[in-house]
């Protein structure tokens, strides 16, 4: 059987996970946030009291994941993501996450014909033979507003400023990082956001994806 992978990359709040759903859903693939893996490496320092900049700790969470930290609803907060963009810059923390999203891009749960992994390096390093490889970007202006929304919409208190500087302070992590840094795979397509919508962001990549079925 030949199973499609889709790599979809880009910064934080950039729309790759609605777009990578989206796509799930309209091919039945299956659909992994690699993110979600950094980011319950990241809760399972805070929750224990830890500096996420111990690298013993995080090697050792990421060794040993809970899965229920992935289902909890603390994984979303804007601390766990920066939790995550710390021990992401580990080496031995990306190894052992690795082998897991291979898995699951090249043996898909309920063996689904194929599979949208989401991230800052799955074009790059985690499948780099993926047949489609999506960049998706937007200014960090736009996704600070994008966040600011979204995190309103869930009742929390926010200051732009202060996502703004979040925003870029990821950025600014996951693309300076040595191992695995965040940038386009040289055969990714390119998707700006910031003044595209959900709907034609969606047609561009579902086309992409029928010329490699
Ligand atoms: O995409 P999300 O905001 O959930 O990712 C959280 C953090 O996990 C990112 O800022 C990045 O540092 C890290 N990450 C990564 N490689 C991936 C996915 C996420 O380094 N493939």
Same mark, same amino acid.
């Given at each position: ?25 309209? /091919? ?41 930290? @992935?289902?909890?609803?603390? @994984? ?27 898995? /699951? ?45 979204? @995190? ?62």
């Amino acid at each position: 059987v030949i199973r499609v992978i889709i790599a979809i990359d880009g910064p934080a709040a950039a729309g790759k996970g609605t777009l990578a759903r989206r796509l799930a859903r309209e /091919f039945n693939f299956a659909y992994l946030d690699t993110g979600s893996l950094y980011r319950a490496v990241g809760l399972s320092l805070l929750r224990a009291g830890v500096d996420p900049a111990d690298e013993d700790a995080a090697v050792a969470a990421s060794a040993d994941l809970a899965p229920a930290l @992935l289902s909890d609803p603390a @994984l979303r907060d804007e601390a766990t993501g920066g939790a995550a963009s710390v021990v992401a810059a580990m080496p031995m923390v990306r190894s052992n996450l690795l082998e897991f999203q291979r898995n /699951f891009a090249q043996h898909p749960p309920d063996d689904k014909a194929g599979a949208v992994l989401d991230g800052r390096d799955v074009g790059t390093v985690v499948c780099p033979d993926a047949p489609v490889k999506l960049f998706v970007t937007a200014s960090p202006e736009e996704r600070a507003r994008r966040r600011t929304d979204e @995190l309103l919409a869930k009742g929390q208190a926010v200051d732009f400023g202060e996502i703004l500087a979040d925003v870029k302070a990821r950025d600014a992590r996951d693309s300076g990082r040595k191992d695995a840094p965040l940038k386009p795979a040289e055969d990714a397509l390119l998707l700006d956001t910031t003044n595209l919508d959900i709907d034609a962001v969606f047609l561009r990549a579902k086309a992409l994806v029928q010329k490699a079925l």
